[in-house]
């Protein structure tokens, strides 16, 4: 079994930083591509940012500039760095992975639990 766990959430002034990290659990052999999600009240859930396990990143056009993606691979471990953040970033983040390796098995579309973001103004 694999878990995707987030944590740094929390409130910031608008103009301010946060940085968010999500540890991968359990026995991994490898993880593909790594990102991070969000979804505000009333709105769908959408891509923030991807880091390949090669750490090619791509970025939302909402975020590119001040948002960073990176990874741990010895750790399992994705970030991302949150500058100059807005109200309109406020949202749930959420950790997602396309595939996680174990010993045994791959798992497929593993999501995280959320980690609430709220930026005031």
């Known amino acids: 079994q694999v878990q995707l766990v987030e944590s740094g959430g929390g409130l910031v002034q608008a103009g301010g930083s946060l940085r968010l990290s999500c540890a991968a659990s359990?026995?991994?052999?490898?993880?593909?591509?790594m990102g991070w999600y969000r979804q505000a009240p009333g709105k769908q859930r959408e891509l923030v940012a991807l880091?390949?396990?090669?750490?090619?990143?791509n970025y939302a056009d909402s975020v590119k500039g001040r948002f960073t993606i990176s990874r741990d691979n010895a750790k399992n471990t994705v970030y991302l760095q949150m500058n100059s953040l807005k109200p309109e970033d406020t949202a749930v983040y959420y950790c997602?992975?396309?595939?996680?390796?174990?010993?045994?098995?791959?798992?497929?579309?593993?999501w995280g639990q959320g980690t609430l973001v709220t930026v005031s103004s």
């Open positions: 880091i390949t396990s090669d750490s090619i990143t």
């Open positions: 359990g026995r991994i052999f490898s993880i593909n591509v």
């Open positions: 997602h992975s396309d595939k996680i390796t174990t010993i045994n098995i791959s798992h497929f579309g593993v």
